[in-house]
């Protein structure tokens, strides 16, 4: 994990098979230390909100973007699903 | 042993480990719920009896290691320290060893008797794994099974396990743990501050690591049982720790890769990337792909497009005829001119567009729902450190190909202000879902087939833009700091769940079209009235005074007055530009401005909108619409995100003069041409 962290360091971003293979390591390993790495809060997930919570949608109707609602008009019922999942070192 | 002389066993799990499964064959019926004490965390306790002893089971909550993140873990941890269990049984997820032993490892140093469950066997099994369970036995000191909770009929290895735990009272073998944790200097140095029986039955090991982990409670209670000179240098060896949690994981997941190395059999898989996956994270073919991608996706987002073009020109074609017919009956000249003039014409250019929404909206949402979007976003990563940016931004731009309210919400998991600034800076020269619609449908009336051309150089010209403007802004913006790169995981390749997906596609075509009507009608509306002439000569209205009076300076950029007037009314939204074209070039009857321009009478708008502007200048407006402010919404977006005026005007003037810039640039480059 330390070794990870370092790599991260350069300030390039990588995808999990990347990082198992330039530790020399499994997937399975890798995941298990980002877990672990986030439930310590070292990484945190970087999660997006397309909801507006300002009250307006982009169709600058109100209410529509509240209470965790997306917008029909820029994003899928419950947000985009298959973008994966992005990770940030915590500073 | 509780006073009716019951032996007392304590489950301890992560959660999924199959805890509650193992709790309910163990107990059946005898089971009691409540609360654990002053906390809202479920208490559950059971009983039974196995050989004629009696049980009593503490189901622990479920947690994911012993440290004192949440009540679950307190909870659990102040249990075992009570002393209230005889034994306490560990359970692990025997499919994901290296993972789930983590309980394990975190419970080193704990001196209560345990014992340790390797639950779903069966799972692991299916898998292809074969574990040792003697081996660990051996390694670990402690009785150690294999049990596939659901399987009630299999529980002779775990009674037997827990009948040699109680009565050997086993307990943990952590030497080779702590000889780890030594090559730690302030795990040793801690250490050895640390005095006797600080907590009953945890260890001056498991102490001195929580201690390095920064354990609250923990630095807490060994600085109270320390005498008042000794306090002072622990709390100086406890702060001089930094990211000691990840130095003590480290050791405690080198610990557990140690102990299943020759005790779990698996199928070594090496690590390789995916066809795809190795293309696009090549470094010379990585980019030209992924541009390629974006681009065939644009150009297939046209087809679906076409059916909507030919109900919208048709609709086009209404309103000459239809005003006829109006007058004939008897109808005001006014009212016959509101309805075919305002409202049918932009319910043509608005139903031409509506396809490219559909359009643009189904192949990217594909796209995302079958994981190629992510794919996209990762290859961008390196752009973005080239924009002074970190690697999330990525997202609002993707999310600003969509609308730009939404990428500059998005912009809020970007904790650095001049960051998030940027980034909204950034995105407002994406081209928006609005523009997406607008353009194309444009371009195809202008230039039919070399659509594709146009839109590959507003991708390119979009490039630039944000180059530029990154270097414009950036230097005030951003500081140079040490960019952090992100791990991802990207999600596996599926089948698209086309019912969700329509409906995202539905609901947005819906919107957009409701939207666009406002936007559309009202513009024309309110430019109608402003061409509106008592007399009938369009020379007499106000809008013709004003803007024949400002041509010599629109003239500048390529633009007319009339088409000047529409790159105005795209900043209210791209969609404005269509009612001020729909108004300007158009009109039947005493009340016409277009065909007096041009002095043709054409029937189509489409043929109108050939017949009056010029190729030069129709690629000049295209330009200027496509990157001129958004929307009025989304400058307003902007000040809330950024919660700067000066900023927020100072972008939307920059894109204004940018937006004519290029307009000026591409009217020029079409004269070349044509």
């Known amino acids: 994990m330390e070794e990870l962290i370092k790599l991260l360091n350069d300030g390039k971003s990588r995808t999990i098979e990347m990082l198992a293979i330039e530790l020399n390591t499994s997937t399975d390993k890798v995941k298990r230390d980002i877990e672990f790495l986030e439930r310590t809060g070292v990484v945190k997930r970087i999660v997006f909100s397309g909801t507006h919570t300002s009250g307006t949608s982009c169709n600058g109707c109100t209410g529509c973007g509240t209470g965790g609602k997306t917008c029909a008009g820029c994003m899928p019922e419950g947000g985009f699903q298959n973008m994966g999942v992005m990770w940030e070192v915590v500073k | 042993m509780t006073d009716k002389n019951e032996t007392v066993i304590a489950l301890l799990g992560q959660p999924n480990s199959g805890k509650s499964t193992l709790f309910n064959a163990l107990t059946g019926l005898r089971q009691h719920v409540g609360n654990w004490p002053g906390k809202t965390v479920e208490k559950k306790e059971g009983r039974f009896t196995h050989n004629g002893k009696e049980y009593l089971v503490a189901d622990l909550p479920g947690t994911y290691s ?37 309980m394990l490892a975190d419970y080193a140093g704990i001196t209560v008797p345990c014992f340790l469950v390797l639950n779903m066997s069966d799972v692991a099994a299916d898998q ?39 009565k050997d009272k086993t307990s943990l073998n952590a030497e080779a743990l702590e000889k780890r944790f030594e090559e730690l ?54 702060d001089a720790v930094d990211k000691g949690v990840v130095f003590t994981g480290e050791r405690k997941f080198a610990w557990i890769d140690e102990l299943l190395e020759g005790t ?62 109006l007058l004939n009956i008897g109808c005001p000249a006014f009212l016959a001119a509101i309805i075919c003039d305002v409202i049918l014409r932009c319910l043509s250019f608005i139903i031409q567009m509506l396809g490219f ?86 371009s195809t009336v202008f ?47 599926h089948k698209p769940k086309w019912g969700s997906l329509l409906r995202y596609v539905f609901g947005r075509t819906k919107d957009t079209f409701l939207r666009a009507m406002k936007v559309v009608v009202l513009v024309a509306f309110v430019f109608w009235l402003l061409s509106y002439t008592s007399t009938g000569t369009i020379t007499d209205s106000i809008l013709y005074k004003v803007g024949t009076f400002i041509e010599p300076v629109t003239k500048i950029f390529g633009l007319g007055w009339q088409t000047f007037m529409a790159f105005i009314a795209s900043s209210l939204g791209k969609e404005g530009a269509l009612g001020v074209l729909s108004t300007i070039f158009t009109g039947s ?26 190729k030069p200048e129709a690629l000049a407006l295209i330009f200027a619409m496509t990157f001129n402010m958004p929307c009025i919404v989304a ?28 307009a000026g640039i591409a009217y020029y480059v079409g004269l070349l041409i044509w």
């Not at chain 2, 012993?66 to 075992?80: C, G, H, K, P, Q």
């Not at chain 2, 929580?210 to 409670?217: G, H, I, N």
């Not at chain 2, 140079?480 to 999600?491: A, F, T, W």
């Open chain 2, 357 to 442: 929404v559909f359009g643009v909206t189904l192949v990217f949402g594909l796209l995302e729902e079958i994981g190629v979007m992510a794919r996209i976003s990762y290859v961008f990563d390196n752009t973005m450190a080239k924009f002074g940016l970190q690697g999330k931004s990525v997202m609002p731009f993707l999310i600003s190909f969509g609308c730009t309210m939404g990428g500059a919400a998005g912009t809020r998991v970007i904790d650095n202000w001049g960051q998030k600034v940027l980034t909204i800076a950034l995105a407002w020269a994406v081209p928006c879902g609005a523009a997406w619609a607008v353009i194309p449908m444009l």
């Open chain 2, 66 to 102: 012993l440290s004192a993140n949440s009540d679950e873990e307190m909870i659990t941890r102040d249990y075992i320290a009570s002393g209230k269990a005889d034994v306490v049984c560990i359970l692990a997820d025997s499919s994901q060893l290296e993972r789930s032993l983590y």
């Open chain 2, 589 to 614: 009857g005493t009340i016409s401005v277009g065909s007096m321009v041009s002095g043709t009478t054409a029937a189509n708008i489409n043929e109108l909108l050939v017949a009056n502007v010029s």
């Open chain 2, 185 to 238: 200097d302030t795990y040793r140095n801690i250490k050895s501050m640390i005095p006797e029986n600080v907590i009953p039955s945890y260890s001056a090991t498991w102490l001195a690591t929580k201690a390095v982990e920064k354990d609250a409670p923990v630095i807490a209670k060994i600085k109270a049982a320390l005498p008042d000179g000794a306090r002072s240098s622990f709390e100086a060896a406890v």
């Open chain 2, 447 to 493: 230039f039919g087939a070399w659509t594709p051309v146009i839109i590959v150089v507003i991708l390119l010209v979009m490039i630039l833009h944000m180059w530029l403007t990154a270097k414009v802004f950036g230097r005030s913006l951003v500081k140079v700091e040490d960019r952090q790169g992100m791990i991802m995981e990207l999600p596996p390749y």
């Open chain 2, 635 to 662: 400058l307003a977006a902007t000040y809330q995100e950024t919660h700067s005026v000066k900023w927020t005007a100072r972008i939307a003037l920059y894109y204004t003069g940018v937006a004519l810039l290029l």
């Open chain 2, 128 to 166: 292809g794994k074969k574990v040792d369970a003697s081996a660990l036995e051996k390694k670990l000191g402690i009785p150690v099974v294999l049990l596939s909770a659901p399987n009630t009929k299999a529980y002779d290895g775990f009674y037997s396990a827990l009948e040699r735990a109680v």
């Open chain 2, 264 to 325: 779990v059999n698996t199928k070594k898989t090496k690590v390789s990337l995916g066809k795809f996956d190795r293309l696009i994270t090549h470094h010379i073919w990585g980019k030209p792909v992924v541009v390629l991608t974006i681009v065939l996706g644009l150009i297939a987002s046209f087809i679906p497009a076409l059916p909507f073009m030919g109900i919208g020109q048709a609709i086009g074609k209404l309103p000459d005829p239809l005003n006829e017919a």
